[in-house]
């Protein structure tokens, strides 16, 4: 049966072929359902693109897509782990990125609070600058330390340690900034009796 069929269609190949759809149809049908071809210049005629846009269309949005994806991954996974920030202590200790990220922008906040609370008075931050940076080298050091040593949990205990003296010394000088603030505030009552 199938090469009766088949010898049928070879004979009268010819004849299928005259029963082609006519050249507008896509235009009618696009027409029909609201659209407006769009035509477009391939070679050496206009050719009606509808479906062509479309596509191109959806390609291009797709791309936009992934590279916003992409960026806003980025961006969150730097967020969450400072990746960007202290990279070598993210790939050390990933466990402890979160904790690190936390404790270095408290740092930074308190750090700009005292900078900003001693700006008239420089000797005083010079000062409190100055312990701060023994500590901040000191961490820097361990940082260092980091990839080579082979007791890397001990190391980033001791990073963290660090951290939280760094915020516990910037916490005591805002307190000592505060108080000589409200002492220079107060009002001075001489008694004399």
Do not use: C
Not at 92 to 109: C, G, K, M, N, W
Not at 126 to 139: I, R
Not at 161 to 173: P, S, T, W, Y
């Amino acid at each position: 049966m199938k090469s009766k069929l088949e010898r049928f269609v070879r004979d009268n190949r010819e004849d299928f072929d005259t029963f082609e759809p006519r050249a507008d149809l896509w235009d009618s049908i696009a027409q029909e359902l609201g659209h407006q071809p769009e035509r477009r210049w391939a070679g050496s005629v206009w050719v009606n693109n509808t479906f062509g846009n479309r596509r191109r269309m959806w390609q291009i949005a797709a791309s936009v897509s992934v590279i916003v994806g992409l960026a806003g991954g980025f961006l969150y996974f730097n967020n969450q782990y400072g990746v960007t920030r202290q990279p070598d202590v993210v790939a050390a200790a990933p466990a402890h990125a979160r904790e690190f990220v936390q404790y270095t922008r408290l740092i930074d906040e308190k750090r700009a609070e005292l900078k900003t609370l001693t700006a008239s008075n420089p000797v005083l931050y010079q000062e409190f600058s100055t312990e701060l940076n023994q500590l901040e080298a000191s961490y820097k050091n361990l940082r260092k330390e980091l990839p080579e040593n082979p007791n890397q949990e001990v190391l980033i205990q001791a990073m963290v340690q660090n951290l939280q003296l760094q915020i516990d010394l910037l916490n005591q000088q805002l307190m000592i900034i505060q108080r000589i603030k409200q002492q220079n505030n107060e009002p001075k009552t001489d008694q004399l009796i």
